[in-house]
């Protein structure tokens, strides 16, 4: 995991980015992450998680809208929607914010990408990149928390859950339809 404060020093956002390998298939790595709705429980200091858009597009992709809320430490969460596009041909889901929502945030925008392991048979290497831009400077706890904690545990919970379930399978609504 590499993070990196914004160029104000951190004080208005930041960015990681993380490469690892999961000694599970990607169809159980995406379970983990298609299943949204699944990530409270998961993902900690995630309090709430609620698709409230889910629809195919014309071009195969999917369109996930999803409202989160992050508590940070007592009396600081943060509210935010965000707009998923899942690439299933691509492997791929990026995301940013609804800019049709207000968030607590003033820009949120990543990119999770699977691929098979070069050498390990039935272990995905998974590829994952965040950036958060806050609305105005936040105390130096909350920082910290946002740009230690929080980020590595974004993907280290994908690590454990797909790990401990290698047989899942992709969720039935976005797996791939029978063609004869």
């Known amino acids: 995991m590499k993070q990196i404060p914004s160029s ?3 004080g208005g956002g930041g960015r990681a980015i993380c490469v690892q390998d999961v000694m599970a298939p990607r169809d ?4 983990q992450i298609l299943s949204l709705d699944d990530y409270v429980g998961k993902v900690n200091k995630l309090k709430e998680c609620r698709n409230y858009e889910v629809k195919r597009r014309e071009d195969g992709t999917w369109g996930i809208k999803t409202k989160m809320v992050v508590g940070v430490l007592p009396g600081y969460s943060y509210e935010y929607y965000c707009d998923h596009t899942y690439h299933p041909e691509k492997d791929s889901v990026t995301w940013c914010l609804d800019y ?3 968030s607590d945030f003033d820009d949120v925008a990543g990119h999770w ?5 070069p050498t390990k048979s039935k272990c995905t290497r998974v590829f994952y990149a965040c950036d ?3 609305k105005s400077a936040v105390p130096k706890p909350i920082m910290n928390f946002l740009t230690k904690s929080a980020l590595r545990q974004a993907t280290s919970w994908v690590k454990r859950e797909s790990e401990a379930k290698p047989t899942a ?6 797996a791939p339809a029978f063609v004869p």
């Open 8 to 10: 104000d020093g951190g």
């Open 28 to 31: 159980a790595v995406w379970n």
């Open 100 to 102: 049709d929502k207000t």
């Open 113 to 117: 990408h699977l691929e098979d392991h």
């Open 132 to 134: 958060i831009k806050f």
């Open 169 to 174: 399978t992709i969720p039935e609504q976005f």
